[in-house]
């Protein structure tokens, strides 16, 4: 694992029976495996991929998040993308 993420990030041991150390990965896992895993059989790798991708898709640009303001990630994104942009270009330095 250490040498698939390289400098990408960084790996830190959790001890077994302390999901709270880190939340949103066991958030995760909660919902990848009771609403994609759980429920398909996958007959190869090519399948399994497919299968997941669709269901990345679907978290990602169709289903809503309340914890988002109902927006979706994608649109959510988006949305500070440009809020980023438009305080950048206020905050131009004129001298």
């Given at each position: 694992m250490a040498d698939w993420a390289g400098t990408r990030t960084?790996?830190?041991?959790?001890?077994?029976?302390?999901?709270?150390?880190?939340?949103?990965?066991?958030?995760?896992?909660?919902r990848i495996r009771d609403e994609c895993l759980s429920i398909n059989s996958f007959y190869s790798l090519l399948h399994a991929q497919v299968i997941i991708g669709d269901r990345k898709d679907e978290y990602n640009h169709h289903r809503r998040h309340a914890s988002l303001g109902y927006l979706t990630p994608a649109e959510y994104?988006?949305?500070?993308?440009h809020q980023m942009e438009t305080d950048d270009s206020q905050n131009v330095r004129t001298e």
């Open positions: 960084g790996l830190s041991y959790i001890p077994p029976g302390s999901p709270w150390r880190n939340g949103y990965v066991e958030s995760f896992n909660s994104a988006r949305q500070c993308t």
